[in-house]
Nanobody, 128 residues
Framework: QVQLVESGGGLVQAGGSLRLSCAAS????????MGWFRQAPGKERDFVAA????????YYADSVKGRFTISRDNAKNTVYLQMNSLKPEDTAAYYC?????????????????????WGQGTQVTVSS
């Protein structure tokens, strides 16, 4: 059974940093892509970043490039999202998601509908 468990969210001041973790179990991550998405109240779920586990290729939304970094730890089956220089507009629930890597292209990796499994989310609040 695929499970994704996020952690690391919290309240931080603008300009601060947080590191989110997504612990994966029930599947072989090396065959999958891992993505981070976020959703603010009343808004759609937006792509943040993704990584192709086996190759390490990374993808970022323009809004977070240069501030956020996605990485993975093979030994721990965990994906991280390091978030620096946080802004109030980064406030949202952050979700980890995964799907078979073969499904994705550079275009579809940004689409929530392409991901088969989701975590429960972790809240990030950035105060001004």
């Amino acid at each position: 059974q695929v499970q994704l468990v996020e952690s690391g969210g919290g309240l931080v001041q603008a300009g601060g940093s947080l590191r989110l973790s997504c612990a994966a179990s029930g599947f072989t991550p090396s065959d999958y892509a891992m993505g981070w998405f976020r959703q603010a109240p009343g808004k759609e779920r937006d792509f943040v970043a993704a990584i192709i586990w086996s190759r390490g290729n990374t993808y970022y939304a323009d809004s977070v490039k240069g501030r956020f970094t996605i990485s993975r730890d093979n030994a721990k089956n965990t994906v991280y999202l390091q978030m620096n220089s946080l802004k109030p507009e980064d406030t949202a629930a952050y979700y980890c998601a995964t799907g078979p890597a073969r499904r994705f292209t550079v275009v579809t990796i940004h689409r929530p509908a392409e991901y088969a499994y989701w975590g429960q989310g972790t809240q990030v609040t950035v105060s001004s």
